[in-house]
């Protein structure tokens, strides 16, 4: 099943045509986006994706998304939805048509969860650490490299997944020029060690991930501590949990990294989806 709503609130085929083929996001990747989880028709962590949409467009320089509409779209996505638990919805925002001046494009559409994603939440995955080809330091004086924002531009994410595929694993793990981890290609790291939850800084140029907060909110208050702050890509190893964290995954185990067995973190992984899931 899918749902497929424009930016004014009507409702589409999704199997129809609708993007020029001179739009901007689709010859570009000129856009941004979001993909929000929705559990029993309640969405989650609405309120920061959209702020992350805001900022996205920002750093982009489109025009200022109405993010209330936006807010208005998820409502009618999950409105028209017909099947109970768990589904996505995607948000699009594109500058647009590069000619006649149509202004900018956007659409939700609502995606049903693939059975892969939901059963690795219980099995753990394996992951691969991978060069991003950038150090961390660049961030604050290359804004023009767009480094910490969610666009369109993928297709190095998609690859690195693809590698990974031939690999014979499921995740990668990207880590800076320097040393420190950054992000997964669309997921956010955390590790655990001694009571402490730790994920890398958006200065790093990694997103601030939506899910990841919901975790460290729950946790602080059972007692948690919780830093955002460089990790090393040697203290992955070592610490007592692996994960990766995002709206589709929620908080999904590392039980292998780089082909080397980590320690058994089932017992925390369980923990740590209980205390997300107790935030809802």
């Known amino acids: 099943m899918r749902v497929l709503a424009m930016l004014d609130g009507t409702l589409a085929d999704p199997g129809a045509p ?3 083929v001179d739009d901007l996001g689709l010859t570009r990747g000129d856009g941004v986006f979001e993909t929000v989880l929705v559990v029993d028709g309640q969405p989650r962590e609405l309120g920061p994706h959209l702020a992350r949409l805001g900022r996205s467009a920002a750093m982009l320089e489109l025009p200022a998304p109405d993010l209330a509409a936006w807010e208005r779209l998820v ?11 768990e589904m996505a919805v995607k948000l699009v925002y594109t500058r647009g048509p590069e000619y006649s001046g149509g202004g900018p494009t956007g659409y939700a559409i609502g995606l049903p969860i693939g059975g892969r994603a939901v059963r690795n ?114 203290e992955l190893a070592t610490a007592d949990g692996l994960f ?37």
Request: glycine share 10%; no cysteine.
């Open 121 to 234: 939440r219980t099995s753990g995955v394996t992951a691969v650490t991978l060069e991003r080809g950038f150090d961390p330091a660049v961030v604050e004086r290359a804004p023009w490299l767009l480094l910490g924002a969610k666009t369109l531009s993928y297709a190095v994410n998609m690859a690195a997944m693809r590698h990974a595929e031939k690999l014979g694993v499921d995740e990668v793990i990207f880590v800076g020029d320097d040393g420190t981890v950054l992000e997964g290609p669309t997921s956010t790291v955390v590790v655990a060690s001694g009571g402490t939850l730790r994920t890398p800084p958006p200065s790093s140029g990694v997103l601030p991930g939506t899910t990841q907060g919901a975790l460290f909110r729950a946790a602080e208050r059972a007692g948690w501590s919780t830093k955002v702050e460089p990790l090393r890509a040697d």
């Open 244 to 280: 990766v964290v995002s709206s589709v995954r929620k908080v999904t185990r590392v039980h292998t990294l780089d082909g080397a067995a980590l320690p058994d973190a089932t017992d925390l992984g369980t923990t740590l989806n209980a205390l997300y899931e107790a935030e809802y």
């Open 18 to 20: 609708h993007i020029r």
């Open 75 to 85: 409502g009618v996505v999950i409105g028209a939805w017909t099947e109970p638990g």
